[in-house]
């Protein structure tokens, strides 16, 4: 049996359990999302489990050593700023204050990278969704995704998926789902101090 490497430039195909020597790092990336990703165990997984690529580990170890100067590197990097006149300042100056309190948004989305300190993780209940995205993630939860340049993201929807077509639903849904009594007008000051980030 063999794996076809999908989103290559060319056919390729690769025998079970070497598809890490014949795959370059773009192409092994989009093959290995496009494979079924399991729950929990081989049964979860069955051509990841056949392929070996349940507990990929190569010698010597070139990556782990590096990780923390790379993730240091990545918050150094300052994110975008928002242009002038794509958002409205006062309206996004009230929307800062309900950010940070009234709506809670702070209390995940923490100042100033916007996103939570050490675990960010959440199940789809903590955030009132369900779970068609997480579910396909090794621990079945949603990743706090950081809101800085937040602008530049303004194609193909929002949220984890794009399933909220405006940051205006996004919030819709939060002050539903965590009952934050927002008045139509202070949605709007919420919105605008998300464009601003």
Same mark, same amino acid.
């Given at each position: 049996?063999?794996?076809?490497?999908?989103?290559?430039?060319?056919?390729?195909?690769?025998?079970?359990?070497?598809?890490?020597?014949?795959?370059?790092?773009? *192409?092994?990336?989009?093959?290995?999302?496009? @494979?079924?990703?399991? *729950?929990?165990?081989?049964?979860?997984?069955?051509?990841?489990?056949?392929?070996?690529?349940?507990?990929? *580990?190569?010698?010597?170890?070139?990556?782990?050593?590096?990780?923390?100067?790379?993730?240091?590197? %990545? @918050?150094?990097?300052?994110?975008?700023?928002?242009?002038?006149?794509?958002?409205?300042?006062?309206?996004?100056?009230?929307?800062?204050?309900?950010?940070?309190?009234?709506?809670?948004?702070?209390?995940?989305?923490?100042?100033?990278?916007?996103?939570?300190?050490?675990?960010?993780?959440?199940?789809?209940?903590?955030?009132?969704?369900?779970?068609? %995205?997480?579910?396909?993630?090794?621990?079945?939860?949603? *990743?706090?995704?950081?809101?800085?340049?937040?602008?530049?993201?303004?194609?193909?929807?929002?949220?984890?998926?794009?399933?909220?077509?405006? @940051?205006?639903?996004?919030?819709?849904?939060?002050?539903?789902?965590?009952?934050?009594?927002?008045?139509? %007008?202070?949605?709007?000051?919420?919105?605008?101090?998300?464009?601003? @980030?």
């Amino acid at each position: 049996m063999s794996y076809h490497a999908i989103g290559s430039s060319h056919d390729m195909q690769c025998e079970p359990g070497k598809a890490i020597d014949c795959l370059s790092g773009t *192409r092994l990336a989009r093959t290995l999302a496009k @494979l079924p990703r399991a *729950r929990a165990g081989a049964n979860a997984r069955p051509a990841a489990a056949k392929a070996g690529f349940g507990n990929v *580990r190569s010698g010597p170890d070139l990556i782990t050593g590096k990780l923390a100067a790379l993730h240091y590197y %990545q @918050l150094a990097i300052p994110a975008p700023v928002a242009p002038e006149g794509s958002f409205d300042s006062a309206a996004a100056a009230r929307g800062q204050a309900l950010f940070n309190n009234q709506a809670k948004c702070a209390s995940c989305h923490v100042p100033p990278l916007f996103t939570e300190p050490g675990w960010n993780m959440h199940t789809p209940e903590e955030i009132g969704i369900d779970d068609f %995205q997480s579910g396909r993630s090794p621990d079945n939860r949603y *990743r706090t995704a950081p809101l800085k340049g937040l602008f530049t993201h303004t194609k193909g929807g929002f949220y984890h998926d794009g399933r909220f077509a405006t @940051l205006g639903e996004v919030v819709e849904h939060y002050n539903s789902f965590f009952k934050s009594g927002l008045t139509g %007008q202070e949605k709007n000051d919420l919105v605008e101090y998300l464009k601003s @980030l």
